[in-house]
């Protein structure tokens, strides 16, 4: 596969388009406990016959995201960490970082810094997922500086350690916060 027959938000304005496209509706969703905005914003990408690259990305989000609503419903998750880890669950790296940005926006103190820090975190797997290792490694140098220091609080909801040693390693395998294997998630 060349690079013109991948996913590429970074370096392809209709990839970046439909990725942010299906992010925002994704965040609606989860507003409201309803798929329906993203299948339809979805539907109208897939309607103009987009390359299969772009459609295979499109149906795997569709995928994830259905689980991750269904999760967030079954175990009554309410809380924005917990619903950005359910959402990273899903390797929905991009997805973890736009729904937790508006709460890292109004936050104050610590809890601001930890989810500046979790942004960061959830950019090193996006920048991972390109290949762009010196990115992924200037990001996750940033996001392991924020983590060390508010270990105590990530600690509340999940295991503070594992994410900081995977982001030292640049490991492209990025912990599991929920339960099952996400190891087959979207890329």
Known sequence: MNAIDRFDPFNDRFCRDVRNA????????????????????????????????????????LIA??????ELVANTVADPLDT???IWGQRLFFETHEYI???????????????????????????LEQGNRSAA???????VAGLIHLKDQLAVYT???????KLQALDP???????????DGPQ
């Open 137 to 143: 490694r200037r990001m996750a140098s940033k996001a």
């Open 22 to 61: 299906l992010a925002e509706n994704f965040k609606t969703a989860i507003e409201k406990n309803d798929l329906q905005p993203v299948k339809r914003v979805a539907q109208a990408f897939l309607n103009d016959s987009p390359p299969p690259y772009v459609s295979d990305y499109i149906h795997r989000r």
């Open 159 to 165: 295991d503070p350690q594992a994410l900081i040693d």
């Open 173 to 183: 395998i990025p912990p599991c916060f929920t339960t099952g294997d996400k190891d």
């Open 101 to 127: 940005e508006p709460y890292w926006m109004v936050a104050v103190g610590q809890k601001k810094l930890l989810f500046q820090a979790l942004i960061r975190a959830a950019g090193t797997y996006v920048h």
């Open 84 to 86: 950005a880890l359910v």
């Open 65 to 70: 995201y259905e689980a991750v609503l269904a």
